[in-house]
């Protein structure tokens, strides 16, 4: 049974432009979340979501940032027009329930030059 | 709003001895979960030991305990007989409700373990 898996694992983006950071999760979990990591700190909560439905977006910045988890397919973490402070550590988590325990992918390196 | 707070940046130990961790939280909530995480430098968040708030029985795994003070707002990680591999950054995380997967967390403690 595999882990949650993300890809990809380092993202180089120029300033403006687009980063999709992926998430599948383990097999039969239905809940995803998303987390940032900026250097030297604690993950940072961003966004919750199950099957086609986002539940809480409460960490998610207003502008640029958007999730999605299709019927079909891994979570997208989608972040448009990229700027300098955006470059951080993004992990996925997914749990089978809300209430059971969540296991977090490798995540994703994200640079923005 | 929740919040987690972990006043030890570093910290170091010598192999085979016991080290402990702090954290405190606060939180509105009548139920929650606390939770230690462990991250190596290849980033991969490892669940270490959790704890139902509930429960009054402090939870152990192992080498790894954590002392559970309610009133307190109090959770606490001891390593017992420390080895290398124990080596990471460790956070301490909150979930408040009945979701575990959202987290709060603290701003870890790097932990360093000298042979």
């Known amino acids: 049974n595999a882990g949650v898996m993300q890809n990809p694992r380092h993202l180089v983006r120029r300033r403006g432009q687009e980063a999709r950071l992926r998430c599948s999760p383990m097999?039969?979990?239905?809940?995803v979340y998303w987390y940032r990591q900026l250097p030297e700190e604690g993950l940072k909560f961003m966004v919750y979501?199950?099957?086609?439905?986002?539940?809480?977006e409460s960490g998610m910045p207003k502008e640029r940032f958007s999730a999605e988890f299709p019927k079909e397919g891994p979570s997208i973490l989608r972040i448009q027009q990229v700027v300098r402070g955006d470059s951080a550590a993004y992990f996925c988590?997914?749990?089978?329930?809300?209430?059971?325990?969540?296991?977090f992918g490798q995540g994703t390196r994200l640079t923005v030059v | 709003a929740q919040t987690v707070t972990q006043s030890q940046p570093e910290m170091s130990v010598q192999e085979a001895e016991t080290v402990t961790l702090s954290c405190t939280y606060d939180?509105?909530?009548?139920?929650?979960?606390l939770f230690w995480y462990k991250q190596p430098p290849s980033r991969q968040m490892i669940l270490v030991i959790r704890?139902?708030?509930?429960?009054?029985q402090n939870a152990t795994e192992n080498r790894f305990s954590v002392n559970f003070q309610k009133a307190a707002k109090s959770f606490s990680l001891k390593i017992s007989d420390s080895q290398l591999g124990d080596t990471a950054m460790y956070f301490c995380?909150?979930?408040?409700?009945?979701?575990?997967?959202?987290?709060?967390f603290g701003q870890g403690t790097i932990l360093t373990v000298h042979p």
């Open positions: 704890q139902e708030a509930y429960k009054q």
């Open positions: 995380a909150l979930a408040g409700g009945t979701s575990y997967g959202k987290l709060t």
């Open positions: 979501l199950q099957k086609e439905n986002i539940i809480d």
């Open positions: 939180t509105s909530e009548n139920n929650y979960y």
């Open positions: 988590a997914s749990s089978l329930r809300a209430n059971t325990e969540a296991f």
């Open positions: 097999k039969g979990h239905s809940h």
